[in-house]
């Protein structure tokens, strides 16, 4: 195991674990590794055929970690890090995701994690009840609680927030994730959530009623606070597209018909109109509805501003395989993985992106 020292004279590296090993889990991994002022002591994983196998073949890199998989809190909190990069599913697992979180909270460990999104920032998107236990463990146990990524996250909070540093005036902030999802190999979530694959007059999980909200009304509210805006509601919006033919994607079949493409917008409102938006983009065929929002490059994340001046701001994304979503996915963990000193830095509690300095990726130039 490569042998780490503190980017700080006397500073030794955090004792770090990362908490599952899926589609982000394991870029984590590789991102704490990359680290010189990080040390991996530790990995959770809940499939019980990876327990005992080694943190650099969960990863998907080319040599051993000398860290072995545990399925056993216990186990994992007797390591005593210094922080958890926490990137456990919790879409379809709430309340058992937020159970774990004030558990590992509460046993005097940093968490930065992946979700549940809405706490990246959670005030007047959701009752105070729901979070509060988890950010009073934080409080309580002298640790801060980090939840972040790129979308909800860096895309749509630290980069339209530079961004707005050189306006005169604002008109409309808004937000977008452009992106072709086809490579996107998660099943529950493309299916299940999103509702790619199922017929067109099935409403799924993500477009029921207040769960775009609950999901990027933390988005809309935390730029409103931002920029001192106080909005009236936030209202949703979306329309589907059928594919014009049957295909097959990784996570599986897409028959003709079904839905394809999906184009949502999460509004915040002020005086009557959209004053910020987070929208989304979504098609599993380039050639759905050219008319929709179209990508730079292969895909990724827009910002723009409508106002004194102008401004269209794309950050392309293409990972060293080709792949623009596998980007997304190392994106996703390195903002975790890259904010951890700044969050053990922090005042204990829940930290928003509001709260933190600048974030860099310190130590990483090879």
Known sequence: MTSRTGTDAGQPPYRTVVWGTGNVGRHAIAGVDA???????????????????????????????????????????????????????????????????????????????????????PYAVIDDALFEPVVGAARDAGVTLFVNGVDPGFANDALPLVLTGVCQRIDELRCSEVLNYATYDQPTVLFDIMGFGKPMDEVPMLLQPTVLTTAWGSVVRQLAAALDVELDSIDEWYEREPAPRSFEIPSGHIAEGTVAGLHFEVRGMRDGRAVIVLEH?????????????????????????????????????????????????????????????????????????????????RGLVS
């Open 35 to 121: 680290r010189p002022d990080l040390e991996l002591v530790g990995v959770w994983v809940s499939n019980p055929t990876k327990v005992g196998v080694d943190a650099g073949e969960l990863a998907g890199i080319d040599r051993q970690l000398g860290v072995r998989a545990s399925g056993d809190v216990d186990e994992i909190l007797g390591l005593h890090p210094d922080v958890i990069v926490h990137t456990a599913m919790a879409d379809d697992r709430l309340f058992e995701a937020l159970a774990d979180l004030e558990r590992l909270l509460a046993a005097g460990v940093n968490v930065v994690s992946s979700g549940p999104v809405f706490l990246q920032y």
């Open 281 to 361: 983009v979504t098609r599993l065929l380039d050639e759905l509805r050219p008319e929709w929002p179209q990508p730079a490059g292969a895909g990724g994340y827009r910002v723009e501003v409508k106002g004194e001046p102008n401004y269209t701001l794309d950050m392309q994304m293409l990972g060293s395989d080709g792949d623009h979503n596998t980007a997304g996915l190392k994106a996703t963990a390195m903002r975790l993985v890259n904010s951890i000193p700044a969050v053990i830095a922090a005042a204990p509690g829940l930290a928003t992106a509001l709260d933190l300095p600048l974030v860099t990726g």
